[in-house]
């Protein structure tokens, strides 16, 4: 029993901890628009996990606060400019029934140039 860990903090000491992350809800997709409405959703959470921005939604019904000109990637300029861009209309069938089908624009190949280093890179399908 002499070897046992114990521990320093007293049952009333208040461990300061820091806020949690306020992440976005999912809302459940029942119809066109509801599904959209999820993708926006899983969208920005994926955008605040990655660091890419930061949670401006807030609590509804409060405005969020202030930030800086530049700050939290608002303003950041794309690295990547599209120089070409070859798309092609395609018709997808439901192989069960034909009747049934979607007409689809495909992009068969994309050329990028980088803003930085000014190289460019070309993707074809």
Do not use: H, Y
Request: proline residues 6%; glycine residues 8%; aromatic residues 4%.
């Amino acid at each position: 029993m002499a070897n046992a860990p114990q521990c320093f903090i007293s049952v009333n000491e208040t461990i300061n901890q820091p806020p949690g992350v306020l992440l976005p809800s999912i809302p459940q997709a029942t119809d066109l628009a509801s599904a959209l409405s999820a993708i926006q959703a899983m969208t920005d959470m994926l955008n605040l996990l990655t660091g890419q921005i930061v949670n401006t939604r807030g609590q509804p019904g409060r405005q969020g606060q202030a930030g800086q000109p530049g700050k939290n990637n608002q303003n950041k300029v794309g690295r990547f400019t599209e120089i070409k861009r070859v798309t092609e209309n395609v018709t997808v069938t439901n192989p069960q029934d034909s009747s049934q089908f979607v007409e689809v624009e495909r992009i068969n190949a994309l050329t990028m140039r980088d803003n930085i280093t000014g190289e460019t890179w070309t993707w074809s399908l």
